[in-house]
Nanobody
Framework: QVQLVESGGGLVQAGGSLRLSCVAS????????MGWYRQAPGKQRELVAV???????NYGDSVKGRFTISRDNAKNTVYLQMNSLKPEDTAVYYC???????????WGQGTQVTVSS
């Protein structure tokens, strides 16, 4: 069974930084589009950033210039470096692995990020 395990969330003051990690198991990692999404209370889940197997990236407008997504295919791991954090970044952050093929879309359990003002 595919597993995505996130870590690195926590409480940080505004302007601070956090680094999230997501380790994937039981998938051919390098063919998957890996992404981070977030969901704040009362809001829909939204895209934070995605990275292709080859390293091409795309970001949500609200995090451009502050967050950086990267991956290490040898370690089956995707990272999200979050800098200049704002209170509005507070949310549960979810790791996602997808190929676009029906049935090949997986989610982690989520990790809480809380940014205090």
């Amino acid at each position: 069974q595919v597993q995505l395990v996130e870590s690195g969330g926590g409480l940080v003051q505004a302007g601070g930084s956090l680094r999230l990690s997501c380790v994937a198991s039981r998938i051919t990692f390098n063919i998957y589009l890996m992404g981070w999404y977030r969901q704040a209370p009362g809001k829909q889940r939204e895209l934070v950033a995605v990275v292709t197997g080859g390293g091409s990236t795309n970001y949500g407008d609200s995090v451009k210039g502050r967050f950086t997504i990267s991956r290490d295919n040898a370690k089956n791991t995707v990272y999200l470096q979050m800098n200049s954090l704002k209170p509005e970044d507070t949310a549960v952050y979810y790791c996602n692995a997808a190929t676009g093929v029906i049935g090949s879309n997986y989610w982690g359990q989520g990790t809480q990020v809380t940014v205090s003002s």
